[in-house]
């Protein structure tokens, strides 16, 4: 089974940068996602880790460290409508796609 | 737009009645997983499917059957439903069960 756990909530004014850290425990690991979820829509992918390292796109950037089961989403220059939950997720040996509770982050003008 | 469509988009059923939720994808994905969404628990895992003709039991599959006739649907049904069931229901594809998911709109569940 998987354990994944990240902050409830953040907060942070527009133009700044916010980091969601995300650990993990799981039997095997095959990757893991950041989603990002508005209210009342459905998730939409933001990124992919299956190697150590930072992936960078553009205004977000993700990092893994799979010995120390930990991630985190770097979001730059924030914007009002980066307000959002995002989502972290663990792909397991079976490959079976497991959640985060989510963290609620609010851009504050 | 392509993408995945389910149906209804919300839906308030009484307790100990039966309910079919539709999903339907026409990406051509071979993996297709049903998730439901509940305050302070995330998504969680019912059942998925790797390819057509295959289903699989997720993190909380009770309660939940799924069939794959096809490659491009992917109905979740309720046997009996329970006022535990009221939720918001989730269907996502994706090219592989390696790949990332795509989501559909979602479906607001309460069973009275």
């Known amino acids: 089974g998987q354990n994944i756990d990240q902050p409830t909530e953040m907060t942070a004014t527009e133009g700044a940068i916010v980091q969601i850290n995300c650990t993990y425990q799981?039997?095997?690991?095959?990757?893991l996602f950041w989603y990002q979820q508005h209210a009342g829509e459905a998730p939409t992918f933001l990124s992919y880790?299956?190697?150590?390292g930072l992936e960078e796109k553009g205004r977000f950037s993700s990092f893994l460290s799979r010995s120390k089961g930990y991630s985190y989403l770097l979001l730059k220059e924030l914007q009002m409508k980066d307000s959002a939950s995002y989502l972290c997720a663990v792909r397991d040996r079976d490959y079976k796609l497991s959640f985060g509770a989510g963290t609620t982050v609010t851009v504050r003008a | 737009t392509a993408g995945i469509t389910q149906a209804p988009t919300s839906q308030i059923l009484a307790a100990g009645r039966s309910m079919t939720l539709r999903c339907t994808q026409d990406m051509r994905h071979n993996a297709m997983y049903w998730y439901r969404q509940d305050l302070g628990l995330g998504l969680r895992l019912i059942h998925y499917s790797n390819t057509a003709g295959t289903t699989g039991k997720g993190e909380v599959p009770d309660g939940y059957s799924v069939s794959r006739a096809n490659t491009d649907d992917f109905p979740l049904t309720l046997a009996s439903a329970v006022p535990s069931q009221t939720s918001v229901y989730f269907c996502a594809s994706s090219e592989s069960f390696t790949g990332e998911l795509f989501f559909g709109e979602g479906s607001r569940l309460t069973v009275l």
């Open positions: 880790n299956v190697l150590d």
């Open positions: 799981t039997s095997g690991f095959n990757g």
